[in-house]
């Protein structure tokens, strides 16, 4: 069956634009999570949604990032008046249920904020 | 605060031999821990995971073991194949649940024909 997938897989930016990352999750999954993978670091948790719940909007750098998700299909990130720190490998993951299920990523969106 | 740790943080290795990967967490109270790998340019694979009640897990030629109390885990695999090579994750969850994976800073594993 179709995995987690995300678009754009690659977004190059200027500073101070605003962009929009989207995630489709496994169907049946009512779990998503977003994670950021700097350049030589290790993945930050960003977000999580799960069915009707509040997120756990936690993880999330600034009040320049937020996401949001539609019942229990699409998310999309944003990000606001860009900056340079937030190029990254952004992806999503999505679960079956609670968040103690296995989590199967999407393969990413490289942003690059010049 | 949880961390977790990887070491070493990059192995090369000739083919066909068998190699240990090394997963060290702070806080020893999870719900469970998962290995993924990482290819370059791509998403993280799922290779194994282990809840906090188990000891270990296989999975062809991939083992993973679990000691929680002394906040550890091992991914042994065996018979290297140059496909192999990858990035190897580890990331742990909470015993909060709270769906947020800690992960390791990873092993980059090349595997020499």
């Known amino acids: 069956g179709a995995g987690v997938s995300q678009s754009p897989s690659n977004k190059v930016t200027e500073k101070g634009k605003d962009v929009e990352l989207r995630c489709d999750p496994i169907?049946?999954?009512?779990?998503l999570y977003w994670y950021r993978q700097r350049l030589g670091q290790g993945l930050e948790f960003l977000i999580y949604?799960?069915?009707?719940?509040?997120?756990?909007k936690s993880g999330l750098p600034s009040d320049r990032f937020s996401a949001e998700r539609t019942g229990e299909s699409v998310s999309t990130l944003t990000i606001q008046r860009t900056q340079q720190e937030d190029s990254a490998v952004y992806l999503c993951?999505?679960?079956?249920?609670?968040?103690?299920?296995?989590?199967?990523f999407g393969p990413g969106t490289r942003l690059t904020v010049l | 605060k949880q961390e977790v740790t990887q070491i070493p943080a990059a192995l090369s290795v000739p083919e066909g031999e068998n190699l240990v990967l090394n997963c060290s967490f702070t806080?020893?109270?999870?719900?469970?821990l998962q290995w993924f790998r990482q290819d370059p340019g791509k998403g993280l694979t799922s290779l194994l995971l282990?809840?906090?009640?188990?000891r270990e897990q296989t999975s062809g030629r991939l083992n993973a073991s679990l000691d929680k109390s002394s906040g550890r885990s091992t991914l042994y695999i065996a018979a290297s194949q140059p496909g192999d090579s990858a990035t190897y994750l580890c990331?742990?969850?909470?015993?909060?649940?709270?769906?947020?994976?800690?992960f390791g800073q990873g092993t980059t594993l090349q595997v020499k024909p």
């Open positions: 806080d020893s109270a999870i719900y469970n």
């Open positions: 169907s049946g999954h009512t779990a």
């Open positions: 282990i809840q906090s009640s188990q």
């Open positions: 990331a742990v969850l909470g015993s909060s649940n709270t769906g947020k994976l800690i």
């Open positions: 993951a999505s679960s079956l249920g609670s968040g103690g299920n296995e989590q199967f």
């Open positions: 949604f799960q069915g009707n719940s509040a997120p756990d």
